[in-house]
């Protein structure tokens, strides 16, 4: 028996698909890799540790710092209680605060330097192929590997100028792979 039927009007197209955000991964500050935390096709979160690059110098350095810092304290300290009974002249005392300024602004700028050799994820995402390895030397600006956002993506594709008129805002796009 035969019967009236509505069918879907399709227009078919070739495309390509694109995530929404993309980067490639990279070292900021050139050192050898002492750690690999990610195998490719991992699926990260934003803040995950990637690459960890040797810091045992500056390590070595902070720990130096502090101590600095710590003898540049007690001496301010006991610069401003002799100042409060007018043993030493007000010089001194401003020379011991800029002495303890500038150590605790050493140790913040020795403590960013440590940070920026350990790479995370700027966000969350699935990792491309690893093009990092254990012992390997990074230089700044060398891509450990691709970061994909898996949240969503562009579809890219061109229709001919005559099916113009078949086309309305709102319209439902299929995509077969």
């Avoid at 401003?80 to 303890?100: C, K, N, T, V």
């Amino acid at each position: 028996k035969a019967t009236s039927q509505t069918w879907e009007r399709t227009l078919a197209a070739v495309g390509s698909v694109a995530s929404s955000k993309g980067v490639a991964v990279t070292a900021e500050v050139p050192g050898k890799v002492v750690a690999v935390r990610f195998e490719s096709g991992n699926t990260v979160q934003a803040g995950s540790v990637l690459v960890e690059l040797d810091t045992s110098v500056e390590r070595a350095q902070l720990k130096s710092l502090k101590a600095r810092k710590e003898l540049a304290q007690t001496t301010f300290g006991r610069s401003r209680a002799l100042r409060e009974g007018g043993a030493i002249p007000a010089a001194q005392l401003d020379a011991d605060e800029a002495s303890l300024d500038t150590l605790e602004a050493d140790v913040l700028a020795l403590r960013a330097q440590i940070a920026k050799k350990i790479i995370r994820a700027p966000f969350s995402g699935r990792l491309g192929i690893r093009s990092v390895n254990l012992g390997q030397y990074l230089n700044p600006g060398e891509a450990v590997a691709v970061l994909e956002s898996v949240g969503g993506v562009y579809v890219d594709f061109a229709l001919p100028q005559k099916n113009l008129e078949q086309v309305t805002v709102g319209m439902p796009v299929r995509i077969v792979a």
